[in-house]
């Protein structure tokens, strides 16, 4: 006997219905209105059954409640103070209040109202009223004996009449949401005909549905015929019709919305901020930027974090978890680079703010933010509606500042009220996509429809707001493959470590490693604009300063990179140029003009490069002029060499002392002695033999030592490359007992001395360099690969080549003997690691004195450890 449209044939359905009640048979079920209140509200007053009726004819009609204790059935059983509005009496659990601190704010600011409206009436406080009070007579059903006219409609005709005649105190301000959103914001002008010093309408509006939503929600027999009956609705239309004719009528300004921040304002302001130069100027303009990208709301914005981020490689955008607190959701949001212009590009917006730090610390840390790595510290922890708050006063910053296209009238809610105007504008771009990136509740949307085209459509709105001509197609972010390749590889990433390896991204060289190369390529990529608009700005200092850092990258190759990388995103995204409301006709124009600049830009590139290589080959041609006469000069010297040798061969037939080569003796020493007979002849020659071999040895160890003096004199200045390229051209073998030149003298100062110190410092660099090498990059120190040829383009490339490897070497060599002299002195920390680095040249004579240090540094701490 039970209409099946009641029940369910899932087991978990009948596991909660049993739980209802003492089910004694079918007829004692209600309709489904009973079991949907026992789940959501089992404290109820119709489910006190016999104690508390209420004066209903049919006793089956409700249910006996088991969960119900004696003193709640009391309580139920009282009409004139429901169990369900008493939240905290006698000492019982709160009940669970799922509203958005904003919206307790409002009903707040409404119930105040009222209170306001009762003291001067002698009405009840709110928390004084009754349902009696409120509805009248109530049955057992919850329905009211009058619902078309309940007792309380009479004080909501009184509550309207003191709002709308209602003077504000001196200082005080209409009660707003934290993001602006009233139920109807309407704006209007004090230069009307008459001063006005009453509420705005929206407030008016907003009080009067808020106490409504309070008395609904605790005086539940009130919606009963629903969230809208007659009497309320006639009387909201009422009061709205008085509040916006009286607004027109002294000449106020009425709109349903913010006035919205369009591109080009928010273009200006970005600009006005980057201008200032600061860290604090750079946090508000990415603030901006991030706000008007993700169609957020104020205080949005301080609920981001890194741990939220990543980068999505196949669809080249930014990812971040974006939440919504007043609507207790959280979503995907992407992040695209902008088409044209670098003011308002949230990437590069979020670059610069990353790479000269955040404007102001966290106003404070609790410990539930422990570990958490906010975007924007200056922006969390702060008093409810502080972040939105913030953000209006940046906002007010501007507008005091005259930025050109910023009305008087906008607020920060302005940006997501014009980021929604830029996508509902965009006649690509459907509606359902634009509803996805606001994060909007729509009747239309369905799980499905979310699964399957949620991300989808909040990306091509993304691109929308980035002014890309057609958000459906694919777009290219700027990248650094423009151009890194496999020699210069280890550059880029030592420049990418200097410039952002040091920042608040967590991981930002392992995990984070993808985010932070694309933030550096949208550095680069607009390098150039950036230098036309200040080449003094902090960002650009801080870019060219990494890049000398780095030992490797001059001021002229860091603008080529720059270069690269903008023409090859304008040659990557040409056909989706052009404005979103351009038609295609502009749009090719727009792709055939990018192409045309990046064609001469290459071509004046190419001149330049041919320029610089007709100047090294007439270097190349000096340089192999020079070698000739080098070789020309060496040749004279082993023939004066060899003359000197044959010379030494007769030099017998003179007495010893007339000998250059032999130690001289005076007129005193005795003569020589005579040879002895039979074979004293042939053991002289063997002797004079002897004489003359040493004699040479010590001539030719001469030469070599007179060789060195004028050739390596200079080496301790000379870069690494240069040691490698001499020692490579010149077939020396350092660790050839040759290679280091006999010093006569002990005393250093001498040119033998100095030579010799200075060889062996070029020696000692040599190894170590030869030991950081891997294996591939060993080749580049044996001169049998050196090919050959002087003028040789492939000869010039592998020097090419071998110097970059060399250059890499010696910043890993002077990291590691900083790094050992510090851990000996117990001092190794960033900042003194990076002081003596940044002090410390690239030169052999200096990397040599660096290793003795190191040396000397490891003997005195293992001293001190064994003492």
Not at 262 to 272: D, H, I, T, V
Not at 431 to 452: E, P
Not at 749 to 766: D, P, S
């Amino acid at each position: 006997g039970v209409p099946t449209y009641y029940l369910s044939t899932s087991s978990s359905f009948w596991k909660l219905f049993n739980n209802m009640g003492n089910l004694q048979s079918a007829p004692n079920i209600r309709p489904r209105r009973t079991f949907f209140d026992f789940l959501l509200h089992p404290l109820v007053p119709s489910f006190a059954g016999g104690e508390g009726g209420g004066g209903g004819s049919d006793k089956n009609t409700t249910i006996n409640n088991p969960y119900l204790n004696d003193a709640t059935k009391r309580l139920a059983s009282n009409k004139t103070t429901p169990a369900a509005a008493n939240d905290n009496g006698g000492g019982s659990a709160k009940s669970f209040d799922g509203r958005a601190s904003s919206t307790k704010k409002g009903h707040d600011g409404a119930i105040k109202k009222w209170n306001a409206f009762a003291a001067k009436n002698n009405y009840p406080q709110f928390d004084m009223l009754t349902q009696s009070y409120v509805c009248g007579t109530v049955y057992a059903n919850d329905s009211m004996a009058n619902p078309r006219h309940p007792p309380i409609v009479k004080l909501m005709e009184e509550f309207a009449q003191f709002l709308v005649e209602y003077e504000k105190n001196p200082g005080e301000e209409d009660d707003v949401d934290d993001d602006g959103e009233n139920e109807l914001e309407m704006l209007f002008s004090s230069t009307g005909r008459e001063e006005y010093n009453g509420l705005a309408p929206g407030s008016i509006l907003g009080h009067f549905t808020r106490l409504k939503s309070r008395l609904f929600k605790r005086f539940q027999p009130l919606g009963f015929q629903g969230d809208m009956p007659d009497w309320y609705g006639n009387l909201h239309r009422s009061l709205k019709n008085r509040v916006v004719s009286a607004c027109i009528a002294r000449g106020g300004t009425v709109s349903k919305k913010t006035v919205g921040i369009g591109r080009k304002a928010l273009a200006n302001m970005c600009e006005y901020f980057f201008g200032q130069n600061t860290a604090m100027g750079y946090e508000k303009r990415c603030v901006l930027a991030v706000v008007f990208a993700a169609v957020g709301r104020g205080g949005e914005i301080s609920f981001t974090q890194w741990d939220g981020v990543r980068w999505n490689v196949d669809r080249e955008h930014l990812v971040m978890d974006w939440g919504e607190v007043k609507k207790g959701v959280q979503y995907l949001m992407t992040f695209h680079p902008d088409a044209t212009n670098w003011r308002i590009d949230v990437l590069h917006a979020i670059a610069c703010y990353v790479l000269c730090g955040h404007g102001g610390a966290k106003a404070s840390t609790t410990q539930q933010e422990s570990g958490v790595n906010w975007i924007f510290p200056g922006y969390v922890d702060l008093a409810d509606g502080g972040a939105a708050s913030k953000l209006s006063r940046v906002v007010e910053e501007a507008k005091d500042a005259n930025v050109a296209d910023l009305l008087k009238s906008s607020t920060s809610h302005g940006l997501r009220v014009g980021a929604s105007d830029e996508m509902v504008y965009h006649y690509l771009l459907s509606v359902f996509a634009a509803i996805s990136r606001g994060g909007w509740d729509c009747k239309a949307d369905s799980m499905l429809f979310h699964y399957l085209t949620a991300d989808s459509s909040i990306d091509q709105a993304g691109k929308a707001l980035a002014n890309w001509h057609d958000p459906r197609m694919h777009v290219s972010a700027p990248t650094l493959d423009a151009f890194r390749t496999s020699e210069n590889e280890h550059i880029v990433e030592a420049f990418c470590r200097e410039l952002l390896g040091t920042s608040c991204i967590p991981n930002v060289n392992t995990e984070m490693k993808a985010v932070r190369d694309v933030l550096v390529a949208s550095l680069l990529r607009f390098y150039d604009d950036i230098m036309e608009a200040d080449r003094n700005s902090l960002v650009i200092r801080k870019i060219q300063a990494a890049a000398l850092r780095t030992g490797m990258i001059t001021l002229d190759e860091l603008r080529q990179w720059g270069l690269l990388v903008k023409n090859r995103f304008l040659v990557a995204n040409a056909q989706n140029l052009g404005n979103n409301g351009g038609t295609d006709a502009e749009r090719f124009s727009t792709a055939l003009t990018a192409l045309q600049e990046c064609c001469a830009q290459m071509s004046a590139q190419l001149v330049r490069s041919e320029s610089n290589q007709r100047q090294l080959l007439v270097g190349q041609n000096k340089m192999a002029a020079q070698l000739d006469r080098m070789e020309s000069n060496q040749g004279s010297i082993l023939k004066n060499q060899q003359n000197m040798e044959d010379w030494m061969d007769t030099s017998t037939h003179f007495p010893p002392q007339l000998s250059p080569l032999k130690r001289k003796t005076s007129s005193m020493d005795s003569p020589p002695k005579k040879a002895a007979a039979g074979n004293a002849p042939d053991d002289a020659s063997a002797t004079t033999k002897k004489a003359k071999a040493a004699a040479a040895g010590n001539a030719l160890e001469e030469t070599m030592s007179t060789k060195a003096v004028v050739k390596w004199r200079e080496c301790g200045q000379w870069t690494c490359d240069a040691l490698i390229e001499e020692l490579l051209k010149s077939n020396m073998d350092v660790n050839s007992v040759h290679f280091i030149p006999l010093n006569a003298s002990d005393d250093s100062r001498t040119k033998k001395g100095t030579v010799r110190k200075k060889r062996l410092n070029a020696r000692n660099v040599f190894k170590e360099l030869f030991a950081l090498a891997n294996d591939e990059q060993k080749g580049y120190f044996d001169p049998k690969n050196l090919p050959s040829g002087d003028l040789s383009v492939v000869r010039n490339k592998w020097l090419l080549e071998m110097k970059n490897v060399v250059e890499g070497l010696a910043i890993l060599l002077a990291k590691h003997q900083i790094r050992t002299i510090l851990e000996a002195e117990g001092n190794l920390n960033e900042q003194s690691f990076k002081k003596k680095f940044n002090s410390t040249t690239l030169k052999v004579g200096r990397l040599g004195n660096l290793m003795g240090e190191a040396l000397t540094a490891v003997n005195k701490a293992n001293e001190k450890k064994t003492s």
